[in-house]
């Protein structure tokens, strides 16, 4: 099964969401990632600080061996090859639809990036957002496994 997950800028949510999918070494799932602001974001200073401070998070978190090392924009061709699409919270879903054609089973949570809806870095420290973001996502990806019927080999 291919699971895809949507974010913006392909450095945080999706990320982590890609990564643990991908380290519960489930037989036959396969989790990718991408963004609907990748592609003009790719080089910033910004994205390239925060996607750095992503793999320090994930590598906390044990998820060393599952980190890809690519920022991907969404495109049809990502889309239309999955099983299952995610998009990590509306404003993805709400651009990624301005971009391409999602399927209506596509699957919306409810994950804020730093700086969206309630979510501020304080004192410009992200580590307690990060930590925040790391801890939804795995949730919901948790559930997103039972959902489909999934179970991890590592249970």
């Not at 895809?4 to 519960?24: D, F, K, M, Q, W």
Request: proline share 1%; with cysteine; glycine share 6%.
């Amino acid at each position: 099964m291919k699971i895809h997950y949507i974010c913006r800028g392909n450095v945080v949510r999706s990320l982590t969401a890609e990564a643990y999918t991908n380290s519960l070494h489930i037989p036959g799932v396969e989790a990718t990632f991408s963004g609907t602001v990748a592609e003009q974001d790719r080089n910033e200073q910004f994205t390239i600080d925060h996607r750095a401070r992503t793999v320090k998070l994930l590598q906390r978190h044990g998820l060393n061996d599952t980190i890809k090392a690519t920022i991907d924009q969404v495109s049809q061709g990502l889309v239309d090859s999955q099983d299952v699409v995610v998009c990590v919270n509306q404003r993805a879903y709400d651009e990624a639809t301005k971009i391409i054609d999602l399927p209506d089973t596509t699957i919306i949570w409810d994950v804020d990036d730093i700086g969206e809806g309630e979510r501020r870095a304080k004192d410009g420290d992200r580590t307690e957002s990060e930590e925040a973001i790391f801890a939804e996502v795995t949730t919901h990806v948790d559930r997103l496994m039972g959902m489909l019927g999934l179970a991890s080999s590592l249970s």
